[in-house]
C-alpha cells in the first residue's frame, strides 16, 4: 500500500517538518495548511520554483527555509 505524499513535504509527514522564518516560525507546516491555507498555497509555488528547502538539524528537527530574494 503506498503512503500518500504531501505537495510540501514529500514523504516527510507535515506535523514533523517546523517553519524556520518570518510570522509563522516554529509552526508545524500541518498546522499552517489547516489555519492559512493560502501561506500554504504560498509554500507550494516556492517549492515549484525551486526556492525552498526542508533540512535535519542537529536536534533533528525538520525545518522548512525559504530562500530571501534580495532584489525585494
Known amino acids: 500500500m503506498a503512503q500518500e505524499q504531501s505537495p510540501l513535504t514529500g514523504i516527510i509527514e507535515e506535523d514533523k517538518v517546523v517553519i524556520d522564518f518570518g510570522e509563522f516560525e516554529g509552526k508545524s507546516v500541518l498546522e499552517i495548511a489547516d489555519t492559512r491555507p493560502e501561506y500554504y498555497q504560498f509554500l507550494i509555488e516556492q517549492k515549484e520554483t525551486g526556492n ?9 528537527i525538520y525545518r522548512l527555509y525559504v530562500q530571501q530574494n534580495l532584489l525585494n
Do not use: L, M, V
Not at 525552498?52 to 533533528?60: A, G, M, N, Y
Open 52 to 60: 525552498f528547502s526542508i533540512r535535519r538539524t542537529k536536534d533533528k
